[in-house]
């Protein structure tokens, strides 16, 4: 299984990214689908999550200004990110848990940077 990760960039705060996440088969493999991020010196935490069924969690940071979504019919996850804060900089990591074994997959990565 192979999550390829996009979208990250350099935005000034306040601004908005959306970030993807291409799996390479069907994500209805998957029990669940998630966006983490690690920031420079931090552990890596959960910003957002979605289950097949499309109920959605979302770290207390991000709530209200952070929207994760899934196109079956695409297998990509998104990350709408809006208002976006310093704080918000970090590599943002896609990541899936499949249904047998619960076995977990990484992307790659991709930096969001935001500028104050």
């Known amino acids: 299984v192979q999550l390829q990760a996009s979208g990250g960039g350099l935005v000034q705060a306040g601004g908005s990214l959306r970030l993807s996440c291409a799996a390479s088969?069907?994500?209805?493999?998957?029990?669940?689908m998630g966006w983490y991020r690690q920031a420079p010196g931090k552990q890596r935490e959960l910003v957002a999550d979605?289950?097949?069924?499309?109920?959605?969690n979302y770290a207390d940071s991000v709530k209200g200004r952070f929207t994760i979504s899934r196109d079956n019919t695409k297998n990509t996850v998104y990350l709408q990110m809006s208002s976006l804060k310093p704080e918000d900089t970090a590599v943002y990591y896609c990541?899936?848990?499949?249904?047998?074994?619960?076995?977990?997959?990484w992307g790659q990565g991709t930096l969001v940077t935001v500028s104050s």
């Open positions: 088969r069907t994500i209805f493999d998957f029990r669940d």
């Open positions: 979605i289950t097949s069924g499309g109920s959605t």
């Open positions: 990541n899936a848990v499949a249904w047998i074994g619960r076995t977990g997959y």
